[in-house]
């Protein structure tokens, strides 16, 4: 039986040894240890930090840019609001023209308005604002020119005609309707 008082004497001297060990490891090594512990905490409180101001930044960004979603609805607003006004200032200038027609040349600007608006490509979005600002110059001389005391005309024909030309320019063929109004 002396056998197995042995092994637990060994194992009980290897357990010693490692604790030995490993408590002289620590003596020898606690300087490093607290510096790394220190180092650590420092870093926990830098991250903590960062993000603290990562988060305001987020925030502020995520107001300022509500806030120019907001100006920029109420301009989108304030932009079909005139062209309600302007289809209302056709139908009434020229009396005898086709509601139907008025509604085309109104729909004609909602369209070129929201093209321009929502372009995500700032080149595409200045080329698509230029055109909606030609079509509503446009729109202007037609009622502009009656008010000139000129002839009363039936049709806003300018205006006709620029919706014309975009649509023979996009689809790349001549009118199949025949002449156009000049």
Known sequence: MAFPENIGQFFSRLINSFRGESAAWRREHQPELDRLKEEKLMAASELKNRLELMEIRFREECRRTRMEEERQTEQFAEFLSSIDEMKANMLEYYATMPKPL??????????????????????????KQARFTRFMLTVTEDLAALGDGQSAKALPEKTIAFIQEESDELSGQPDAYGPRIR
């Open 102 to 127: 008025a509604l085309m040349i109104h729909h004609h600007a909602a369209e070129l308005l929201k093209e321009a608006w929502h372009s995500p490509d700032a080149r595409d979005r200045v080329e």
